[in-house]
């Protein structure tokens, strides 16, 4: 707003002492201040509200209007309450520097004023934006995008003071604000608190209450904001859970509780704009998403390898641009099932897995370019594309991990999978030929199926675990296992549930420690004689002997399943 409005409303008792020339200047905010120096406080443009109990004396007011001055505040307006009038040194110092001067009345609280400047200038402000976010919009529905998220972000920022950030449904930051940090430009939103507003927001989701969802971390309020594209995975859709696991959203540092109907139009208005980029990113993956289900019918197929081997070399320039040498590839395989089977599975597991194989590290849309998923019925299935390595191409430093990828998405992906979902996830190793890509297809659905076979909401298994014998127990029949464990180790657990003897605890020390009497006695903190005596009661109780490696290969099996 403009200095000249202020004198224009009789409500707040100003009256012009000097600056008559000024009063075009624009507020952008208000300070009240009684400091001698308060430009640490200033950040320009602002209309200063000032008690006077600065002043001490005729000398003060010179050097507290330059710091004024130098911080380019918009005006001085000074209360009537403490002296009565204006002092004269303070005219003639605002006159010196040209900065406009008001009075006001000892019947006017600087809040009345305060109030009224921050509701002028916050309109004002949302009306620019407005306009500039409908200006954008049309840009970039129209033609490419002028900057993607980044830009409106920015505009919130400058223009409404909102700090604002786009984030996936995995807590993975796509756009916002960003400072300088030693290792370059780095995120104002740490990891976690991304990773736990996207777990807000998916469970928010799923009881489908209207946005946007206020939520308190800490000492700060966000308010999240869904950000839904418009084709198959937007509004269009018919249950909110073809959708909860691949939406954005727009997460803004404020409580938007109490703000007014066309503050929340104008959010609603930045979503539809962020939706555009999204619309364009699903629309630049068609490419991949088809080379990817190519190369899956082959291999389903039974294709000749030089045929596969033809195709992946279509893949890999469009998946790793300027690449001079064949890559290797990997295989993960993703799964989601809802309870009920109504709803499809296999859109979702795609659009939720060419999320998830995205460094948790990264930001931006583009990094998810490197990517081809495809689908067939409830399963997805990606083919990523590794930089040619040296040594060993079964090295797990080089491709995707399960225990890492699992780590990157569990806490988030489990709020929007919480009561009647659940997402499994299988790795294979890394091959190096179209040979071998096939068997790679296989042992990445295996592990999948190990992993499916675990407790939880989101589970993940890696080729490496298909060589051991963890492999073989989520196949035994639940009646096989039950049976096998209760005849095994109920005995110890009623012993230790009468007499509190801990045997069990003391088997899986006892295993752990390999049999070695004085490892397990040490790490138990129990004297060599009283772990025989222990060991003597298991072997008695369950009929079995701890020196025979069959027993303890037993024994081994059954607390694994149990």
Not at 335 to 360: C, F
Request: charged residues 25%; negative net charge.
């Amino acid at each position: 707003m403009r200095l000249r409005a202020l004198l224009d409303t009789d409500a707040l008792g100003l009256k012009l002492l000097g600056g008559e020339d000024e009063l075009d200047r624009g507020v952008r905010g208000v300070m009240t201040t009684d400091l001698r120096d308060p430009s640490r406080y200033l950040s320009g443009g602002e209309l200063v509200l000032t008690g006077l109990a600065w002043r001490r004396g005729a000398a003060d007011s010179e050097p507290f209007v330059r710091i004024l001055v130098q911080a380019g505040v918009a005006a001085l307006a000074a209360g009537e309450a403490e002296l009565g009038d204006v002092p004269d040194d303070l005219v003639v110092a605002c006159a010196r520097h040209r900065l406009p001067l008001f009075a006001v009345h000892e019947s006017v609280a600087f809040a009345t004023i305060t109030e009224h400047v921050v509701r002028q200038v916050s309109g004002e402000r949302a009306g620019d934006l407005a306009a500039v976010v409908d200006r954008h919009r049309r840009m970039m529905t129209s033609g490419p995008a002028g900057g993607g998220p980044d830009v409106v972000l920015d505009l919130l920022g400058s223009d409404l003071d909102l700090r604002a950030w786009v984030l996936s449904p995995t807590g993975r930051l796509i756009a916002g604000s960003k400072v300088a940090g030693p290792r370059g430009t780095e995120p104002t939103l740490p990891a976690d608190v991304c990773a736990r507003l996207a777990a807000e927001q998916l469970a928010a989701a799923r009881t489908g209450r209207p946005g946007p969802h206020r939520v308190t971390l800490g000492q700060t309020t966000y308010s999240l904001f869904p950000v839904r594209g418009s084709g198959r995975s937007g509004s269009t859709a018919r249950d909110a859970r073809e959708t909860v696991l691949s939406d954005w959203l727009l997460a803004v540092e404020a409580d938007a509780g109490d703000w007014a109907e066309e503050r929340l139009d104008l959010l609603q208005g930045v979503t539809q704009l962020i939706a555009v980029e999204r619309d364009r990113r699903d629309a630049a993956r068609t490419v991949r998403r088809r080379l990817a289900q190519e190369v899956l019918e082959l291999l389903q197929t039974g294709a000749a390898p030089a045929e596969t081997a033809a195709r992946l070399r279509v893949a890999a320039p469009v998946l790793l641009p300027g690449l001079g040498t064949a890559p290797h590839w990997q295989v993960v395989v993703a799964r989601v099932d809802w309870d009920g089977g109504e709803v499809d599975g296999g859109p979702v597991a795609q659009a939720l897995l060419e999320e998830i194989l995205v460094d948790p590290a990264s930001t931006g849309p583009e990094h998810s370019d490197r990517i081809a998923v495809a689908h067939t019925g409830d399963e997805a299935i990606a083919l990523v594309p590794l930089p040619a390595v040296t040594g060993d191409h079964d090295d797990a430093g080089a491709g995707v991990v399960a225990d890492a990828l699992l780590e990157a998405v569990r806490d988030p992906l489990s709020a929007g999978l919480d009561g009647d979902g659940r997402l499994t996830l299988g790795v294979s190793a890394a091959v190096h030929s179209a040979e071998g890509l096939r068997g790679a297809l296989e042992e990445a659905r295996h592990a999948r199926r190990v992993a499916a076979a675990r407790q939880g909401r989101v589970c993940a298994a890696g080729h490496q675990e298909l060589a051991s014998h963890v492999l073989l127990l989520p196949f035994v029949p639940d009646d096989v296992r039950r049976a096998f464990t209760a005849r095994l180790l109920d005995p110890l657990r009623d012993y230790d549930r009468r007499h509190r003897a801990e045997l069990i605890p003391t088997l899986e020390a006892f295993l752990d420690c390999d049999g070695s009497w004085t490892r397990c006695a040490s790490r138990l903190h129990l004297h060599v004689n009283t772990l025989r005596y222990r060991v003597g009661r298991i072997e008695q109780l369950t009929g079995r002997d701890l020196s025979r490696l069959e027993d303890k290969l037993d024994f081994f099996l059954a607390l694994r399943m149990s």
